[in-house]
């Protein structure tokens, strides 16, 4: 167990629907990233927070967007969904925003019909 | 950004070694390798980093080049829970000890572990 809990586990939803997935970091963690790993992608870097402020962005779509509240906890809205946008979506966090040291979540498995 | 390069896949037998190989020929001073590794249905694990001396921690070894262009993850017993997906990765941190951003993961290679 990471300590990085993330919420639903798994999603089901059709196309052009909007859908929120949730992240608690480890307690004590500052920095929460989103990865989204697909069949032909692979593991994606999407985005990093710390400590509430934006720090890094991979490559995230415009219909995506995340924030981290002041209780550090982070959400990852995906709109406008399309079939592609099927895939696992992980989050993790670490102490620091300078770290090589990440502790992933389970993931949240999004399926869009 | 430099690359790393991995076999696509690894056998192994239960209770031996295991040396899994990456190449980073371009690899800059101020790249520390990391290694990371997903199980089956689980979200990626962190192994071990180094920059430039050997490493051990609990779970493995990292054997580093002299030269630094390749590196070796050693698992010195596999066992069953070894099998996953292990990642090879380098991060770049400047001079002041501050990462230059994110994870980027490649294929890595499939480690299979027979009984």
């Known amino acids: 167990d990471s300590g990085v809990t993330q919420t639903p586990k798994h999603l089901i939803t059709a196309t052009g629907q909007r859908v929120t997935l949730r992240c608690s970091p480890r307690s004590g963690d500052l920095s929460v990233y989103w990865y989204q790993q697909s069949l032909d992608q692979g593991l994606q870097f999407l985005i990093q927070y710390y400590n509430g402020e934006e720090r890094a962005k991979g490559n995230i779509l415009e219909r995506f967007s995340a924030q981290q509240f002041p209780d550090l906890h982070s959400e990852l809205n995906l709109s406008s969904l399309e079939l592609g946008d099927s895939a696992l979506y992980f989050c993790?966090?670490?102490?620091?925003?300078?770290?090589?040291?990440?502790?992933f979540g389970e993931g949240s498995r999004l399926t869009v019909l | 950004d430099a690359k790393t390069t991995q076999p696509n896949s690894m056998e192994s037998n239960e209770e031996e070694p295991v040396h899994l190989p990456c190449n980073h020929s371009?690899?800059?001073?101020?790249?520390?390798i990391h290694w990371y590794r997903q199980l089956p249905s689980q979200g990626p694990e962190y192994v071990i980093h180094g920059l430039t001396s050997n490493v051990n921690n609990r779970m493995a070894s990292l054997a580093i080049a002299e030269d630094r262009k390749s590196s070796t993850l050693i698992l010195h017993r596999a066992t069953l829970r070894d099998a996953a997906v292990y990642y090879c990765i380098l991060i770049k941190f400047n001079a002041g000890g501050t990462s230059y951003g994110k994870l980027t993961f490649g294929q890595g290679t499939i480690l299979t572990v027979h009984p």
């Open positions: 993790a966090s670490s102490v620091e925003a300078n770290t090589g040291e990440l502790f």
């Open positions: 371009t690899i800059s001073g101020t790249d520390y």
